[in-house]
């Protein structure tokens, strides 16, 4: 069993997308999967059609145990369930800062669900915050999205030299490269350029599609409305690397 946060210091960068359509890739290859919505935007689950119960928020997502057990909701996709997110988790900092002295406290919260299913996927904000670290700590891998652009892969730097700095196991860091366009020189020559930072690139790349961009419109994983889609064959290829992984 694995936990796979989907991660990255930018939003705009394809990151719900991926944690949408690899939970679904998990269930369709025979797993069990629980996706964990922590972005107070609730895209994840807005693209399952699905809405958090009016009483759940921050502080019963911090209580854990039958707090969280009540507010998973099943999806339309047999064995993929889903944590909805709140408005309130904009503020989940603060309450993990009073347990400040607990660094793992989120990985205790999601102890008891790796017993319940094969894979838990999280899709997190887009920021460094304390909210992250406990993310960092929980997760087995984190998969962070890149666009081939010289400041994505500046920024993805900054992420390996924080895990450097705060002692965290970079072997986590799990990358791919996200709206790729391959008519562009810049993309092109910066996924070329790959081998010569540090870190691990996984081979799948999530092209620029206008499919994955409809998935708003679908709310469905893309495999569900273009089977055939190279959208859909990149993201199977991604969720069998990590397969491979976890």
Request: proline fraction near 4%; glycine fraction near 6%; aromatic fraction near 10%.
């Amino acid at each position: 069993m694995s936990i796979f946060a989907l991660y990255s210091m930018k939003g705009g960068v394809g990151k719900t997308a991926a944690a949408v359509n690899l939970a679904y890739e998990a269930v369709r290859s025979g797993a069990t999967a629980l996706l964990c919505d922590l972005d107070p935007q609730g895209a994840a689950a807005f693209y399952f059609r699905i809405r958090a119960k009016k009483k759940f928020g921050r502080k019963r997502f911090l209580k854990g145990g039958k707090h969280l057990d009540n507010n998973i909701r099943g999806t339309d996709f047999e064995g993929l369930d889903l944590l909805p997110s709140a408005m309130s988790f904009r503020n989940l900092d603060l309450g993990l800062d009073e347990r400040a002295k607990n660094k793992s406290y989120l990985k205790r919260l999601l102890t008891p669900m790796r017993q319940e299913y094969d894979y838990i996927f999280l899709d997190c904000p887009p920021n460094l915050t304390l909210l992250a670290e406990h993310v960092f700590r929980a997760a087995d891998y984190v998969v962070v999205p890149c666009i081939p652009t010289t400041l994505a892969m500046l920024t993805h730097q900054k992420l390996m030299d924080f895990f450097k700095k705060n002692k965290l196991k970079r072997k986590k860091l799990v990358s791919f490269f996200s709206m790729v366009e391959q008519r562009k020189t810049m993309h092109r020559e910066m996924i070329a350029q790959v081998g010569e930072h540090k870190g691990k690139f996984l081979n799948a790349q999530i092209p620029y599609t206008t499919d994955v961009e409809r998935m708003g419109w679908a709310r469905q994983p893309v495999a569900c409305f273009k089977p055939r889609s190279k959208a859909t064959q990149a993201y199977r290829e991604l969720w069998t690397e990590l397969q491979m992984l976890g």
